[in-house]
T-cell receptor, first 109, second 114 residues
Framework: GQNIDQPTEMTATEGAIVQINCTYQ??????LFWYQQHAGEAPTFLSY??LDGLEEKGRFSPFLSRSKGYSYLLLKELQMKDSASYLC??????????WGAGTKLIIKP | DTEVTQTPKHLVMGMTNKKSLKCEQH?????MYWYKQKAKKPPELMFV???????INESVPSRFSPECPNSSLLNLHLHALQPEDSALYLC?????????????FGPGTRLTVL
């Protein structure tokens, strides 16, 4: 079966750094997305990666290791507005988007 | 214009009502999607239209009926819904379907079925 695992919830402090992990087992791999979703709102696109490595892009940087079936999203200089759910999604060999359940990130002052 | 719009934002309906959700994009995207999302769950794919043709129907009950009048518009017709159908209904679009194009989401319609 297809499976994407993310921690259910994480808590971090304003100004700190947090890493949200995502592991996947899918039938094929054609890329991995990270989306941010505030409560009651639609998901918004953060990143898409298909190559290994860390992509530094502003405060939010995605990392991918295809051999390990692993990704993480690194969030730096956390702000209160970063409190949201972060969804990992993988495109499988049929080009279907498989979603993780999301990680709820709580930022405390 | 990188926006997907949805109307209405909120909808309350009884189990005998007929209503429609609307979605619109003007990004030239040729794939459009309907998702259902329950609280604390990821989006659940319902339908995909590619070049105005229904390409994926994820075994959705017939009380949900999608329609794609043209490449910019996507409707979801609702009839005889159940209380368990209450959820956030999200529309998304992407440049194409069956590839790795990013899906962009509309703000969603919060549906409550009484």
């Amino acid at each position: 079966g297809q499976n994407i695992d993310q921690p259910t919830e994480m808590t971090a402090t304003e100004g700190a750094i947090v890493q949200i992990n995502c592991t996947y087992q899918t039938s094929g791999f054609n890329g991995l997305f990270w989306y941010q979703q505030h409560a009651g709102e639609a998901p918004t696109f953060l990143s898409y990666n298909v190559l290994d490595g860390l992509e530094e892009k502003g405060r939010f940087s995605p990392f991918l290791s295809r051999s390990k079936g692993y990704s993480y999203l690194l969030l730096k200089e956390l702000q209160m507005k970063d409190s949201a759910s972060y969804l990992c999604a993988v495109i499988d060999s049929n080009y279907q988007l498989i979603w993780g359940a999301g990680t709820k990130l709580i930022i405390k002052p | 214009d990188t926006e997907v719009t949805q109307t209405p934002k909120h909808l309350v309906m009884g189990m005998t009502n007929k209503k429609s959700l609307k979605c619109e994009q003007h990004m030239g995207h040729r794939a459009m999607y309907w998702y259902k999302q329950k609280a604390k769950k990821p989006p659940e794919l319902m339908f995909v239209y590619s070049y105005e043709k229904l390409s994926i129907n994820e075994s959705v009950p017939s009380r949900f009926s999608p329609e794609c009048p043209n490449s910019s518009l996507l409707n979801l017709h609702l009839h005889a819904l159940q209380p368990e159908d209450s959820a956030l209904y999200l529309c998304a679009s992407s440049l194409g379907q069956g590839d790795t194009d990013t899906q962009y989401f509309g703000p969603g319609t919060r549906l409550t079925v009484l």
